[in-house]
């Protein structure tokens, strides 16, 4: 809420500033519309990840470079762009390959998981060679050991400071990033904070528990592609349980095929002792499972009150809609004061709010989260873990799917390692961030 994508939009167009001017190159843009400035070599990058879902990889890094094509009706006629079309797919792939994604060039992108989106809408980006690129959060749910954030920070970093760069006068780079480099500070001190808590949340043993979520050895599939491969999991009455691992390890498939939005090809899933692997996804969400997804999926043009309003729709209790949407209010006071405002104008942290609220308004007995830190400031996740502890101690299971492996294996009781669509290893949180493996690969330790 600081004001820093709304500082691209202004440079980028998609926002007109109320007073003052945005120079480039010395003159004015303020007010030119965003494929005019994208013209003159300023391209952005969104922090929600915006691809076209339904062309491949290839398909989509085509799109970026079509800003440095140049035809006519003639040569259209008479096929004789063929030039230019190969010299197009040629940087299409050189950017492909420069970003480590190269070997997923047909798959759609829809298909792809969050890091490779990421990775991909920096690919158009640069596809456009820019001279000046504004990224916006563009590691934001990367894990930085496995998922490779680092790694492409510094080979963008590598191109923007390369010959070819410099020759060019191209490539100017503004990185908005809610990670700083005294994060490991905070961390430590947010490890002693929480320590006692941890320990609160060990007391309670899954061997007394009565089993809410049974997965049994599911199987899901993209086409031709297993995404997760005999997985099985167990969530206890208000339980707190964390799926971690790298991106495409299979974790928000999971999510997605318990709440009905995928179904397996094999396997079931019992809730409550009733087999559910075959509802759709509304019909899972009457029996009580709510899923804040990855990105938040807020009503942008509607106010925080009508989404929040929007969760309640299974409900016809209108006498205790009213009561839970307090109860929301009181969970996220910032809510309240804006409960008027439309969701467009909010923060990613205030959006997310309104993610976990509209799912709480189903009333809910286990509730889904996937990557709700997602390029939230670190005051703002805080926040937002301080409440997830709340609700489930408010007696509401969870899921956490979460990238900062670290807080995750904090806040949870139990947790689960994916690796490449397999649980790798599980077992108590206190034990799993003490584990060699996973503080390495995912913790930086």
Do not use: W
């Not at 390029?375 to 007696?395: D, F, S, W, Y």
């Amino acid at each position: 809420g600081a004001g820093k994508s709304t500082m691209f939009k202004n440079i980028a167009g998609f926002y007109s500033p109320s007073s003052g001017d945005i120079l480039y190159q010395g003159q004015s843009i303020s007010g030119l519309k965003p494929h005019s400035i994208a013209e003159r070599g300023i391209v952005r990058t969104f922090q929600e990840t915006t691809l076209f879902q339904e062309l491949s990889v290839f398909e989509n890094v085509l799109v970026g470079c079509h800003m440095r094509a140049r035809s006519n009706l003639f040569a259209a006629i008479f096929n004789l762009d063929r030039a230019r079309q190969q010299t197009a797919a040629d940087k299409a792939m050189e950017v492909l390959e420069f970003m480590g994604i190269a070997e997923r060039r047909d798959q759609l992108a829809s298909e792809l998981p969050l890091g490779s989106q990421r990775a991909l809408a920096i690919s158009i980006a640069l596809a456009s060679e820019p001279k000046l690129m504004l990224m916006d959060e563009p590691f934001a749910g990367m894990n930085p050991t496995n998922d490779g954030a680092d790694a492409q920070g510094a080979g963008i970093r590598r191109h923007h400071y390369s010959g070819r760069a410099r020759h060019e006068g191209g490539d100017g780079i503004v990185r908005l990033s809610h990670r700083v480099e005294f994060r490991p500070v905070a961390r430590r001190r947010h490890t002693r904070r929480n320590q006692a808590r941890r320990q609160g949340h060990r007391s309670l043993s899954r061997g007394s528990q009565i089993m809410l979520l049974e997965v049994k050895d599911i199987h899901v599939h993209y086409g031709p592609v297993a995404a997760v491969r005999g997985i099985s999991l167990e969530v206890g009455e208000a339980d707190f349980v964390t799926l971690i691992g790298s991106n495409g390890a299979g974790k928000s498939t999971t999510l997605r095929t318990i709440s009905g939005l995928e179904h397996p090809t094999s396997g079931s899933i019992i809730f409550d002792g009733k087999p559910i692997e075959k509802l759709s996804a509304d019909r899972i969400v009457r029996l009580g499972i709510a899923q804040v997804p990855e990105g938040r999926r807020v009503f942008k043009d509607l106010s925080v009150t009508e989404n929040l309003r929007l969760g309640a729709f299974t409900r016809d209790d209108n006498a205790e809609i009213e009561k839970d949407l307090q109860q929301v209010f009181g969970y996220f006071p910032r809510l309240l004061e804006r409960q008027h405002q439309t969701a467009r104008t909010m923060s990613g942290g205030e959006q997310q709010m309104v993610a976990i609220g509209r799912a709480l308004m189903s009333r809910p007995r286990l509730l889904l989260l996937d990557e709700p830190s997602l390029g939230l400031a670190p005051v703002i996740v805080q926040e937002i873990a301080r409440i997830l502890v709340a609700i489930n101690k408010a007696g509401v299971a969870i899921i956490l799917v979460e990238q900062n492996a670290e807080l995750a294996l904090e806040l949870a009781r139990h947790g689960y390692v994916l690796e490449t669509g397999s649980i790798a290893l599980e077992g108590e949180a206190s034990g799993l961030m003490d584990n060699d493996h996973v503080r390495k690969a995912y913790l930086g330790i």
